[in-house]
């Protein structure tokens, strides 16, 4: 059994779903103002690891847009919360680069042992119009070919995106022990 520490259900169905026996603690934490999704991880994990006795999770997302110079990247939560999805969509206005990626990294720490962590990476498009309701956060703006993250099931958005990867890369690692 796995802590992941999460205030996201999304993030957690979607974990659940590839590990099968986690469970979600919704404890929080202080997100440090920090360059890098690992940053933010790492940090966050020292305070959790302190409070939670046992193997603990938490995980750290990000959409970089390659037309805004990577945001809104480790400031996604903020971003979603204030301008939301309607104002990338603003932003992004009529611009011909729609590139984009969401990474994913994982900080998994047992008690004696240092935290590892793992990424995944996604690459697609911002799109030109929100689409479908599945999903969380940016999925309804955030195209994999012509399909938007928010029109996909779980099982087909993880069978692709940043979050199976880091978090299949943590369980492939912690099976090989
Ligand atoms: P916790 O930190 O409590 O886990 P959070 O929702 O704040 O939950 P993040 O800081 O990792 O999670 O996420 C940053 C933002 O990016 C947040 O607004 C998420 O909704 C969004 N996001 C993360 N993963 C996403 C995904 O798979 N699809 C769409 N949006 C995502």
């Known amino acids: 059994m796995i802590y992941f520490v999460t205030s996201n259900k999304g993030k957690y169905a979607e974990a659940q779903a590839i590990f099968g ?24 994990m020292k305070e959790v690891a302190a409070r939670l006795d046992g193997a603990v999770m938490l995980e750290d997302a990000g959409l970089f847009v390659e037309a805004l110079q990577g945001f809104p990247g480790v400031y996604s939560a903020y971003v979603q919360k204030t301008i939301g999805n309607a104002g990338i969509l603003r932003l992004m206005g009529a611009l011909e680069n729609r590139s984009a990626y969401f990474k994913s990294v994982v900080a998994y720490v047992e008690p004696g042992m240092d935290a590892v962590m793992f990424s995944g ?25 012509e399909v938007s993250l928010g029109e996909m ?22 099976g090989n022990r």
């Open 121 to 145: 990476e996604v690459q697609g498009q911002i799109g030109f119009e929100a689409r479908g309701k599945k999903g969380f956060g940016y999925d309804p703006i955030f195209y994999v070919g």
């Open 21 to 44: 026996d986690l469970v979600q603690r919704d404890i929080g934490y202080a997100e440090i103002q920090a360059d890098t999704l690992e940053e933010v991880a790492l940090y966050g």
């Open 153 to 174: 099931d779980l099982e087909k958005k993880n069978q692709i995106s940043h979050r199976a990867k880091s978090m299949s890369a943590l369980k492939k690692w912690r």
